[in-house]
């Protein structure tokens, strides 16, 4: 039985644990010996608490594994990425990271590693699902809505993060790129909001977000665009922290101590914003690919509206984020990822047949993509 080292036991990492475990030998490691806590009941899982951020140790860790998993904080990210590919070693990894991933194509290539990355849904599944038309049509358009919310809409935030409280306040600062007419263009992030109708749920806000990341280099087509959906409303809140200077990493003085002003609000929102247990969510998102195939005007709509599972108490966003990863790291054993270096998922996406596979793990695991043709 191959086996797999999946690096965080977060709320995601942890459910790729589980899914991972029913066809492979399994090991959690987290620095937080707390996060196991969701694994007990897996005895066939072996915990491992260790500091992932030690070089040292994270090599030494992953030495017997097959494949490495990463759901690291994004601020590990980078650091945890170039580690395990220094050692040898495959990974799949959804750690949203704000460095270049692609910087590390060239060390990837000279140690013989594949390196999947920003494996998640958006970006990750929505890639894939673009690479895949990219090799069959001629794509004019890509336009990626997405967002994952509670059920129950709490005053003032209307918002529960799954990830790292400042992984999800990167969203909110981080400038948003997209393409319009082959230029990028540069915007605010929280910029041109707009509502959006969709079944079942309701009105939700679109706003623009860096989510195009390896898309910017990767796909040569004149328009695309990747936007967050919340509650409306939210985006005034969040516009009042960023510009009153609570999302500042700058060092201030408070009463002599040094304190920078985002690990204050993270401290501050992670208990506003943190699934309670049970706490229901869910996850929308809608990907139009526009084009021409076959000398005729097309339109692809996929459709995605997936909830929290109450059966294995599994997250909705870590069902869609975690097992569009759990689906790459298998297919990736089973010897249908022959690339070295490292690949966004719109790269796997193109490979014969990946795209398929992929969609196929989800729908056993009941997260549907509905399409629409036009």
């Known amino acids: 039985m191959k086996k797999i080292v999946v690096l965080g036991a977060g709320l995601v990492g942890s459910a790729m644990a589980i899914d991972l475990s029913k066809n492979f030998e399994v090991t959690s490691v987290d620095i937080n010996p707390d996060s196991f806590r969701k694994l007990d009941p897996y005895k066939e899982i072996r915990q491992v608490v260790a500091d992932l951020s030690d070089k040292k140790i994270l090599k030494e860790l992953i030495q ?4 490495v998993v990463g759901a690291v904080p994004g601020f590990m990210g980078y650091r945890t990425l170039e580690t395990v590919i ?3 070693k495959d990974i799949v990894d959804i750690s949203f990271m704000p460095e270049d991933f692609l910087q590390l194509d060239d060390l990837a290539k000279k140690n013989n590693v594949t390196a999947v990355v920003d494996c998640g849904v958006a970006p990750g599944m929505s890639n894939i699902l673009l690479g895949y038309y990219n090799k069959i049509m001629d794509i004019s358009s890509y336009e990626c809505y997405v967002g994952g919310l509670p059920f129950v809409r709490e005053w ?14 990167e969203e909110y600062i981080r400038p948003a790129r997209y393409i319009q007419n082959s230029e990028v263009i540069i915007r605010e992030a929280l910029s041109d909001a707009e509502q959006m109708e969709f079944g079942g749920i309701g009105t939700l806000e679109a706003w623009n977000s860096d989510g195009l990341r ?7 087509i004149p328009n695309m665009i990747e936007k967050t959906l919340r509650y409306p409303g939210c985006i005034e809140y969040l516009k009042v922290l960023r510009e009153t200077g609570f999302f500042s990493y700058d060092e201030i003085d408070v009463k002599g101590k040094k304190i920078r002003p985002i690990d204050l609000t993270a401290k501050l929102l992670f208990p506003i914003w943190k699934m309670k247990e049970g706490e229901e969510d869910y996850t929308v998102m809608r990907i139009i690919i526009k084009g021409r195939k076959d000398g005729k005007d097309q339109a692809y709509i996929y459709d995605l509206f ?5 059966g294995e108490n599994i997250l909705s966003m870590a069902r869609t ?9 298998s297919i990736l054993l089973e010897g249908h990822i022959d690339r070295k270096g490292v690949l966004p998922p719109e790269l796997v996406g193109e490979i014969d047949g990946n795209m398929e596979r992929v969609s196929k793990y989800l729908a056993e695991r009941e997260v549907d993509y509905k399409l629409t043709i036009q």
């Open 64 to 67: 017997d594994y097959d494949l």
């Open 86 to 88: 220094e050692a040898g």
């Open 156 to 169: 003032p935030y209307e918002y529960k993060a799954v990830f790292s409280p400042i992984d999800v306040i």
């Open 214 to 220: 390896s898309l910017l280099h990767t796909m040569k």
């Open 306 to 310: 997936d909830r929290y599972d109450t």
């Open 321 to 329: 984020t975690g097992y569009t990863c759990t689906a790459v790291a």
